[in-house]
């Protein structure tokens, strides 16, 4: 009788332990799943992306190396062929962080109650009159003459509308303004001799000038701004945009991306060879010799959103003068500025 008690009472120990052991591997188990489960949930993607052009040659440092912006934090950067597309991805949040155009971010603040932010000014104009065999010295050279120029009612439409008001020449009047050929067609005419007089943006300009030793630049479009606006104000025509609810969620990783960002484009202009190189690869422009030519010419900048503020405001509003609609409506408020 002792003999089955003591079996009974050493099988009874045995089960006990057995169901402890599993308990605790279960308990153990499960602090590991929740520790995982925590540890996808802490990490991020940052979704970078630029335009195809100058607006993103500065960042192309950061698409080679992709820079650490913090723990458990992944960047991917992508290229976009237009502005549309770049908004429509941001507006369906599958991009974080954009450069843009400055007008197009003011349009996307103001049609979205603010779900955007200006994070900084990185493209201060690279707008250039050329002429091929026709000497333009002044501007009262142009009366009478016929310029083209990309898309009416664009940037650089406005921009040397601007000017031109400015600078005493009725565009109805004086000048014959030509808007049939688009960005890439007018290169080719200028570069054909089939157009005199054009203001072109770089790359084109470079790419022109490679072309056909005759093309002279003949006004520098940001200088010509600076005599009006002063040295401290020139033309802020591109931008980083931000979005708001990531901002506010993110604000570290946004502020180290803007950190990275301003030394990537210091590197671009301190290493336009090596930045060409990298401007092809990664499907800025398709070629890395025009770039390294045209990046001088490009005036890339880095401007954080507080300091760039007034020059923002300055160039928002003569556009906004010429119509409007080319900045959302109305300039945009304060909240339009991101603050580190």
């Given at each position: ?115 955007y932010k200006l994070a900084a000014v990185n493209t201060f104009g690279m707008l250039y009159l050329v002429t091929n065999n026709t000497e333009i010295n002044s501007w009262n050279d142009l009366k009478g ?11 650089p439409d406005y921009v040397f509308s601007y000017l031109l008001k400015k600078n005493g020449i009725n565009t109805e009047k004086d000048v014959d303004l030509d808007y049939s050929l688009s960005q890439a ?156």
């Open positions: 009788m002792k003999r089955k008690f003591t079996i009974f009472f050493l099988i009874s120990i045995l089960i006990f332990s057995l169901i402890g052991c599993t308990s605790k591997s279960s308990n153990k188990q499960n602090s590991n799943t929740n520790t995982s489960n925590n540890t996808n949930q802490n990490k991020i993607t940052v979704n970078i992306a630029g335009l195809k052009g100058p607006t993103s040659i500065g960042m192309i440092k950061m698409f080679d190396e992709k820079p650490s912006l913090g723990k458990n934090i992944t960047s991917v950067y992508t290229i976009a062929n237009t502005p549309d597309i770049l908004v429509a991805k941001l507006i369906k949040k599958e991009v974080d962080i954009a450069a843009l155009p400055t007008n197009v971010a003011s349009k996307m603040y103001n049609k979205t109650n603010g779900a003459k016929k310029i083209n120029i990309i898309g009416k009612g664009s940037t067609e007018l290169a080719q005419a200028v570069a054909a001799n089939k157009v005199n007089i054009a203001v072109l943006p770089e790359p084109f300009v470079t790419m022109v000038t490679m072309k056909n030793k005759n093309v002279k630049i003949s006004m520098n479009l940001q200088d010509e701004w600076k005599k009006i606006q002063g040295e401290d104000s020139p033309i802020a025509m591109g931008c980083v945009v931000v979005r708001s609810d990531f901002a506010k969620t993110h604000p570290e990783a946004v502020n180290t991306y803007l950190n990275e960002y301003e030394k990537s484009i210091n590197w671009v202009n301190k290493n336009p060879e090596k930045a060409g190189v990298l401007v092809e690869k990664f499907g800025v422009l398709n070629n890395a010799k025009l770039a390294e030519k045209a990046i001088p010419n490009c005036n890339i900048r880095f401007l954080n959103a507080s300091k760039a503020k007034n020059t923002v405001n300055t160039f928002l509003n003569i556009l906004y003068d010429f119509t409007p609609s080319s900045i959302g409506g109305k300039l945009p408020d304060e909240g339009f500025f991101y603050k580190k």
